[in-house]
């Protein structure tokens, strides 16, 4: 029960003033408390009660439990406050303010600082046996933390499985370990468990704080700690408005920042970790994950496991959402539900970092994006930039291109991809830029999937909807949408640059491309060769070419709607060999114009072909001649009508 102490006593060797309300304490410590008059049974008023002094909340925090501020009081802090296990503290529509040049953070748990103890791990399948070098004091059921494995598996806060004796424990892992026993320099520590802070304000007061770069400069921090919630207003941190390392099971239903520094940090390893909005002004990152940190933050380095977000809402933050990391460290699971607002750079900033040489992750999903980007003077930021490590399967939901400079809407490099997939782009900018921009070494082992284009470009030789080039390798590109150039006959929907840039197959599913140049420009001659499928009603019209081909080629067609063209459907340069087969629909003269030096096959009855100038014969190939009218086929001497 909560009970508030009429007279100061002396608790558990802890000194408690008169009136500070207490939760959760032994029973036979309430009953001596309140022996004589000394403490009574609290029931909180409507309005007023709790503490309002510092001395009052370092005595109600020492004892733990329920600890709750009067409401809407206002306390200086003159030192950090330290949050044990199974503390809630209730700010109660009050503010928790830094003093002048105190330089340590407002609110930081008990474990924090835990002392490490060097431990040897072995492992069988997801039961890791821990061997601590001094005994370890836990029993079964009890928290505790391991870091700095090499194997991600390790890391984290778990509870103990069993207790084999005054130096060994056994918990269970997430998965197997990629090897026993655990290199590194792993160590074991006390933690935590069920730290909440919740309804009122953290104030940092960083513009008189005097001393920044290390941990005791984030408003609130917590470490090694296994279940807890944070619902509060954070303002002016010199650093992390909230910094949540190495937990597992923890809620933040709502996070508002007001900040010249960074919003939500995430740290692994992280277990489970369910936020609902955060939002506001950061000068830095509104949300972060970070496998690792720069050195002067890290704590520890691990997974992040499982971590959803229902909405990040920015306003003039730096970056929405940043993802960094470490080898050997990978977001595995990281959902968020949208982004809305604006950044002065990046809404989505997956990357390497100082300190953070490899970023993995293995699914993330972010949902509808609208976000208006590069809001800083200079105005050269992408919507969403990705690039570092392996990213095995990510997922965009609808994202609005509201920037209005001539930087890359996506920039993807310098990565291997397994998928990525953006369910719909929408654009309404007729500025000269890449929409998709593929460069570096970035590599997709199955495909770049974009659905739902809804574009609306300016005209230019340097627009493209997808651009590809460095030595930038895509096993598979997917479009379907429509892309319509406002005017002009310059911009591409996809364009290959260089000759070591590879696109080995490409599919337009029900595209439309309306204005412009091409469907496929490839740039240069010598390219390596490609597979381009157009099919379920992929039409274009007014463009100039419809397929620059100047390498090996193979295009499919099924019932290709070519509309209205300026010159040829199809443009071959001067070498390599073009074979298109398929099936055409109004198609008025000849599909196909063949450069000096190319060989071309073409088969395809409704496919309209100059048999003489334009197309070479391959036995069995049979086309409509533009010539004759005909249905013609080539017996392997000659192209003779079909009966």
């Known amino acids: ?242 910094l949540l390392a190495n937990v597992d099971r923890f809620d933040v239903p709502y996070f508002k920042v007001d900040t010249a520094s960074d919003g939500l940090h995430i740290m692994g390893p992280a277990g489970t970790i369910n936020v609902g909005v955060v939002e506001g002004r950061s000068g830095d990152d509104l949300f972060a994950i970070t496998l690792g940190d720069f050195a002067t933050y890290e704590v520890c380095r691990g997974n992040a496991r499982n971590i959803t977000v229902q909405a990040l809402k920015p306003r003039y933050a730096l970056t929405a959402f940043k993802l960094a990391g470490n080898p050997g460290c990978t977001a595995e699971f990281v959902k968020i539900g949208s982004i809305s607002g604006t950044t002065r750079r990046q809404a989505i900033y997956i990357t390497n970092d100082l300190n953070l040489t490899q970023t993995n992750s293995e699914y993330i999903e972010i949902g509808p994006l609208r976000v208006t980007t590069g809001q800083e003077s200079a105005s050269t930021y992408q919507g969403i930039q990705i690039r570092g490590g392996t990213h095995k399967h990510i997922k965009i939901g609808a994202f609005h291109d509201l920037t209005t400079d001539t930087t890359d809407a996506i920039s993807l490099a310098d990565a291997t991809f397994g998928k990525v997939e953006i369910d719909a782009f929408y654009s309404r900018n007729t500025v000269v830029k890449k929409h998709v921009n593929v460069g570096g070494t970035a590599t997709f082992q199955k495909w770049l999937s974009i659905r739902g284009i809804d574009a609306t470009p300016g005209d230019s030789a340097l627009v493209a909807l997808v651009s590809v080039g460095g030595t930038a390798n895509i096993s598979k590109l997917v479009l379907s949408g429509e892309y319509a150039v406002a005017v002009g006959t310059n911009a591409r929907s996809v364009q290959v640059l260089g000759t070591t840039a590879t696109v080995s197959e490409v599919c337009y599913d029900a595209f439309r491309l309306l204005g412009g140049n091409s469907f496929y420009d490839q740039a240069v001659a010598g390219q390596p060769a490609v597979t381009i499928k157009m099919y379920n009603g992929t039409r274009g019209s007014g463009y100039a070419t419809g397929l620059n081909l100047r390498g090996d080629a193979t295009v499919m067609l099924s019932e290709m709607d070519w509309g209205a063209f300026t010159n040829r459907p199809i443009s071959t340069g001067n070498a390599g060999t073009v074979d298109v087969i398929g099936s055409a629909k109004k198609l008025a003269a000849r599909m196909i114009n063949r450069g000096v030096g190319s060989t071309v096959y073409v088969s395809g009855h409704t496919l309209v072909c100059d048999v003489a100038s334009h197309q070479n014969g391959r036995t069995g190939d049979s086309v409509t001649d533009v010539v004759s009218g005909k249905v013609v086929m080539y017996d392997g001497a000659a192209w003779t009508a079909v009966a």
Request: hydrophobic share 40%.
């Open 1 to 242: 029960m909560t009970i508030r102490f009429v007279k100061a006593q002396k608790i558990n060797g802890v000194e408690i003033p008169a009136d500070v309300i207490v939760f959760g304490l032994e029973s036979e410590v309430e009953a001596r408390a309140m022996e004589g008059g000394g403490a009574e049974i609290f029931t909180p008023p409507v309005s007023g009660g709790g503490i309002s002094t510092e001395g009052a909340l370092i005595a109600a925090l020492a004892v733990g439990g329920l600890v709750t501020l009067a409401a809407n009081a206002t306390i200086s802090l003159t030192q950090s406050h330290v949050i044990k296990s199974g503390t809630t503290l209730d700010l109660n529509g009050g503010t928790l303010r830094l003093a002048n040049a105190v330089n340590k953070s407002p609110l930081k748990n008990e474990a924090f600082d835990a002392v490490p103890v060097a431990v040897t791990i072995t492992s069988v399948g997801r039961t890791a046996t821990a061997v601590w070098a001094t005994p370890h004091g836990k029993n079964a059921g009890d928290p505790v933390s391991i870091l700095g494995a090499d194997q991600g598996s390790y890391n984290g806060v778990w509870e103990v499985a069993t207790v084999v004796d005054p130096n060994t424990l056994t918990y269970v892992m997430f998965e197997p370990a990629s090897a026993s026993p655990a290199t590194g320099g792993v160590t074991g520590r006390a933690c935590d468990t069920n730290i909440v802070i919740v309804n009122g304000t953290v104030d940092g007061n960083e513009q008189n704080q005097t001393v920044s770069g290390n941990n005791e400069t984030h408003a609130v921090r917590i470490f090694n700690c296994l279940g807890g919630r944070i619902d509060l207003a954070v303002n002016n941190a010199k650093k992390y408005a909230c």
